[in-house]
């Protein structure tokens, strides 16, 4: 399952990169264009090498590649609701 | 559908059709002349390992025929790279297969347990193993869909 809290711009840092395609973007990360498109769709989170790599590829700093949103982040939810219960 | 998906679908049905050839000669040959040879442990022991390397045998030939076919119809290679979502996704497959064959087990187990012959056992036994197998490709193709 996608995770939401997790999101990139795989999609707009090829297009910035001389519309370079998937299967470049593949090569260059030794990884299969079906795990790029899987990443661009947002079906699949990367490891930290990975999304590093990806990111080096692009020569931008990792969090213009990947963003995390904690307020989707069901782990953080799930604390607030324990606490405010507790309270 | 990528190329690993169709792999994986195509795998999946020469798998069964392995498995239901296999099982009907074995029954035609060997059990109808001689319906007693269900409850012998060597007859099934002996059909059992003759299994291994036809099932071995059968995926190598459905790989290439599968490279081939894919070449023909779509003038691509396969992608020989296994990179760590394959992994991922293979990793959490076999997790199921496992799970679904120690339960077969512990059916197989039962059956001896409550007295019942040796050959319902040995049935649990292959069918439990068919089924994990089969479920573990399943996984793999829903995985590849579906993402995770």
Redesign the interface.
């Given at each position: 399952m996608a995770k939401e809290f997790i999101s990139n711009t795989i999609r707009k840092q090829r297009f910035m990169n001389d519309e370079m395609t998937q299967q470049q973007l593949a090569d260059a990360v030794s990884v299969s264009r079906q795990t790029i498109v899987a990443m661009e769709k947002d079906k699949y989170s990367p490891s930290l090498e990975l999304a590093f790599r990806i990111a080096h590829v692009f020569k931008v700093p990792f969090d213009e590649v990947f963003q995390y949103d904690a307020e989707k982040d069901p782990l953080w939810t799930r604390k607030k609701k324990r606490e405010t219960v507790q309270k | 559908m990528?190329?690993?998906e169709k792999n994986t679908l195509f795998t999946l049905v020469i798998s069964i059709l392995v498995m239901i050839v296999y099982a009907t000669i074995i029954y035609q040959k060997k059990v109808v002349p001689d319906p007693a040879v269900i409850n012998d442990l060597q007859f099934w022991g002996k059909y059992f390992i003759l299994f291994i390397p036809i099932a071995i045998g059968s995926m190598i030939v459905s790989y290439i025929l599968f490279a081939i076919i894919n070449k023909i119809v779509t003038k691509e290679d396969l992608?020989d790279?296994q990179?760590?979502?394959?992994k991922l996704i293979e990793l959490r497959s076999i997790r199921i297969s496992h799970w679904i064959f120690t339960f077969g087990f512990l059916l197989a187990m039962g059956s001896q347990a409550l007295g019942m012959e040796i050959w319902v056992m040995m049935v649990t036994l292959i069918v439990s193993g068919m089924v994990s197998s089969l479920v573990s490709e399943l996984a793999k193709f829903i995985m590849?869909r579906?993402?995770?």
């Open positions: - | 990528h190329n690993k992608e790279v990179d760590e979502r394959d590849y579906r993402g995770f």
